[in-house]
């Protein structure tokens, strides 16, 4: 923890020092500055404890599911606008630049990430939009896909997130949501498009392989039933 009165580092500096780039595991076409046992991030969170948790500093299966998809099938973005919310580290976002979309805005509460986000998306050579603010209790977004990455951890936020995923699709906005099926995430609302196996920080020490999916809002309330269509599996 970091003594009261000690200041912050510059965010950018303290990243390119201390979090080394490497391949994503599952999505080698993508690197990104990634937190090892050395990296002291407890030197650039703040002190407080409404600061938010360094996530952004690991590989997820939530995001790590969706780049895989966006990357294996391009044609969903491709000529795009297309919004990452709760990017993290910009993997979303930036492997939707890779697969061709028009447009790519990545948005997280942690103005860490956002710093995160731009060296990122400089060491793959892709151009992102990145915001620090909390956008789901506004007006949907200008976008036309929302990628939706590992945001189904803590119910009270999974609430918030999914009432914010109906008023986007309300509006004409396509939703995909990646995740690994953990407790919080609303199944009876999603249809299941992929799945694959990715790794996971959550899945322990060295961030073991899991079963993740990529899943597009139905437009249904839980309690109603609709046919499963097919699942493609990598």
């Not at 969706?66 to 294996?72: G, Q, V």
């Not at 109906?166 to 949501?177: H, K, N």
Request: proline letters at 9%; hydrophobic letters at 45%; aromatic letters at 6%.
């Amino acid at each position: 923890m970091k003594r009261p009165g000690m200041p912050n580092p510059d965010p950018a500096a303290f990243i390119k020092a201390n979090l080394p780039i490497s391949p994503v595991p599952s999505i080698p076409e993508i690197r990104l500055h990634t937190a090892g046992p050395a990296s002291g991030l407890w030197r650039l969170a703040g002190g407080s404890e409404a600061d938010p948790p360094p996530y952004w500093a690991y590989p997820w299966a939530g995001g790590a599911v969706l780049a895989r998809h966006l990357l294996d099938r391009p044609e969903t973005v491709a000529g795009r606008r297309v919004l990452d919310l709760g990017a993290g580290s910009g993997l979303v976002a930036i492997a939707a630049a890779k697969a061709g979309a028009a447009t790519v805005t990545a948005v997280d509460i942690d103005a860490n990430a956002v710093a995160a986000i731009g060296l990122n998306a400089a060491i793959n050579g892709v151009d992102i939009v990145a915001r620090a603010t909390d956008i789901i209790e506004d007006p949907p977004p200008e976008t036309d896909l929302l990628a939706v990455g590992d945001l189904f951890y803590d119910p009270s936020l999974a609430l918030r997130v999914i009432a914010f995923l109906r008023r986007c699709q309300a509006s004409g906005i396509e939703v995909l949501i990646g995740d690994p099926e953990r407790a919080n995430l609303p199944q009876g609302e999603l249809s299941r498009i992929a799945t694959y196996a990715v790794a996971d920080f959550g899945a322990g020490k060295g961030g073991g392989a899991v079963r993740a999916g990529v899943f597009s809002l139905s437009g249904k309330v839980d309690g109603e039933t609709m046919p499963e269509g097919p699942a493609a599996t990598a």
